[in-house]
């Protein structure tokens, strides 16, 4: 008995810890709750059960705790989770057309990712039927590191220095110092300034750079940035710009956005930076500029298409930094994720205002 008396102080302590911890972050990264709690909504069905993505019993436990008598079912992956759907009014960490077929009494999806492009296409999320809430402005940290890792990697020339590295070639002119610049004083531009482009915009200025912005709404940004625009003004913009960095969203807005027109305007010591989604570049268009040396460089994180095939002609494009999709991942990647899950879970249950809930006809 006392052993368990020890065991459940334990589990109030990190469940208390935790919550305090996903307010703390909340209050970091912007979060938005939404404007009405969610026991508002008739469709509301906080009973369970939950499927619940984890990878260990010890993090279903964790759930469990702050669920009460409300059954969680633990999900290693996507066929177990369409397996265990059958009677859940929620699911966390899945969201396709096949759970959600699978799962009539489903409510409320988790995503645990930012992209939200292929769950609200689905006809029931479209309808309002499923509430979706997702990852946004989460990773927006570690990403903004790696837009300004990729930046100055561009600026200062480290590819070229890292095959001759390799190849044990001594040749401190491989690049010559006209195209070494420093990036103080130069104009960064954001297309996209959410969660990412907010963190990496806060970055560039405190290097030195002057940052505007493109935002499909044109309502004003953080005083770190200089200038905000509609998305009509992004070719004006693209053309004074010696950095562009793509952080938008997949819409039908941005499909296709960065193309031969795009790449015609930019100047040709400009960079162009991608850490927002592959299909917003026509590629072609990209591998054109690039050989043609009508731009300087680009830093690709996502491509399309992806992964990226062995002989496609990007790869030897010149002037290229490929990471594959990994700018979203660092050491506390997974504790900011599973702290707004937590933190979800029980606003949902307690039937509160959700966070980061994702408008279908927006697609984020």
Same mark, same amino acid.
């Given at each position: 008995?006392?052993?368990?008396?020890?065991?459940?102080?334990?589990? /109030?302590?990190?469940?208390?810890?935790?919550?305090?911890?996903?307010?703390?972050?909340?209050?970091?990264?912007?979060?938005?709750?939404?404007?009405?709690?969610?026991?508002?909504?008739?469709?509301?069905?906080?009973?369970?059960?939950?499927?619940?993505?984890?990878?260990?019993?010890?993090?279903?436990? &964790? #759930?469990?705790?702050?669920?009460?008598?409300?059954?969680?079912?633990?999900?290693?992956?996507? $066929?177990?989770? *369409?397996?265990?759907?059958?009677?859940?009014?929620?699911? /966390?960490?899945?969201?396709?057309?096949?759970? /959600?077929?699978?799962?009539?009494?489903?409510?409320?999806?988790?995503?645990?990712?930012?992209?939200?492009?292929?769950?609200?296409?689905?006809?029931?999320?479209?309808?309002?039927?499923?509430?979706?809430?997702?990852?946004?402005?989460?990773?927006?940290?570690?990403?903004?590191?790696?837009?300004?890792?990729?930046?100055?990697? *561009?600026?200062?020339?480290?590819?070229?220095?890292?095959?001759? %590295?390799?190849?044990?070639?001594?040749?401190?002119?491989?690049?010559?110092?006209?195209?070494?610049?420093?990036?103080?004083?130069?104009?960064?531009?954001?297309?996209?300034?959410?969660?990412?482009?907010?963190?990496?915009?806060?970055?560039?200025? $405190? /290097?030195?750079?002057?940052?505007?912005?493109?935002?499909?709404?044109?309502?004003?940004?953080?005083?770190?940035?200089?200038?905000?625009?509609?998305?009509?003004?992004?070719?004006?913009?693209? $053309?004074?710009?010696?950095?562009?960095?793509?952080?938008?969203?997949?819409?039908?807005?941005? %499909?296709?956005? #960065?193309?031969?027109? #795009?790449?015609?305007?930019?100047?040709?010591?400009?960079?162009?930076?991608?850490?927002?989604?592959?299909?917003?570049?026509?590629?072609?268009? @990209?591998?054109?500029?690039?050989?043609?040396?009508?731009? $300087?460089?680009?830093? *690709?994180?996502?491509?399309?298409?992806?992964? @990226?095939?062995?002989?496609?002609?990007?790869? &030897?494009?010149?002037?290229?930094?490929?990471?594959?999709?990994?700018?979203?991942?660092?050491?506390?990647?997974?504790?900011? @994720? #599973?702290?707004?899950?937590?933190?979800?879970?029980?606003?949902?249950?307690?039937?509160?205002?959700?966070?980061?809930?994702? %408008?279908?006809?927006?697609?984020?």
């Amino acid at each position: 008995m006392k052993l368990a008396c020890v065991g459940l102080v334990a589990v /109030l302590i990190g469940l208390f810890t935790g919550l305090a911890a996903a307010e703390t972050l909340s209050q970091q990264l912007g979060l938005r709750a939404a404007s009405l709690p969610v026991r508002d909504d008739p469709r509301w069905a906080p009973q369970g059960p939950i499927v619940v993505r984890v990878n260990s019993p010890a993090s279903l436990a &964790r #759930f469990q705790a702050m669920a009460g008598e409300v059954k969680l079912i633990g999900a290693g992956d996507a $066929a177990e989770a *369409l397996a265990a759907v059958g009677e859940a009014t929620a699911v /966390l960490g899945f969201c396709s057309a096949e759970i /959600l077929a699978a799962g009539p009494k489903l409510r409320w999806v988790q995503l645990y990712s930012a992209g939200a492009e292929s769950c609200v296409s689905l006809p029931r999320v479209q309808s309002g039927e499923v509430l979706v809430t997702n990852m946004q402005r989460v990773s927006s940290p570690q990403i903004a590191e790696h837009v300004i890792g990729l930046l100055l990697a *561009l600026t200062r020339g480290l590819g070229p220095y890292l095959a001759n %590295q390799y190849q044990g070639v001594w040749d401190p002119l491989a690049v010559p110092m006209s195209k070494r610049w420093e990036i103080a004083g130069r104009e960064l531009l954001l297309v996209g300034l959410g969660g990412i482009g907010t963190e990496v915009a806060r970055r560039a200025d $405190a /290097l030195g750079m002057r940052v505007t912005a493109i935002r499909a709404s044109g309502r004003p940004g953080p005083a770190f940035v200089s200038e905000v625009a509609k998305p009509d003004a992004l070719l004006t913009l693209a $053309a004074r710009a010696d950095a562009v960095v793509n952080s938008a969203p997949l819409t039908a807005e941005t %499909q296709g956005l #960065f193309n031969a027109e #795009f790449f015609a305007v930019m100047p040709a010591h400009g960079y162009f930076i991608n850490v927002g989604r592959g299909a917003s570049v026509v590629t072609d268009d @990209l591998v054109a500029a690039l050989s043609s040396g009508q731009i $300087a460089g680009a830093a *690709l994180d996502v491509t399309d298409p992806e992964p @990226l095939p062995v002989d496609h002609p990007l790869w &030897r494009a010149p002037n290229v930094i490929i990471t594959p999709h990994v700018a979203a991942g660092s050491d506390k990647t997974l504790i900011r @994720l #599973f702290a707004v899950v937590e933190e979800n879970l029980r606003r949902y249950l307690a039937g509160e205002a959700m966070l980061s809930v994702v %408008q279908p006809q927006r697609g984020y």
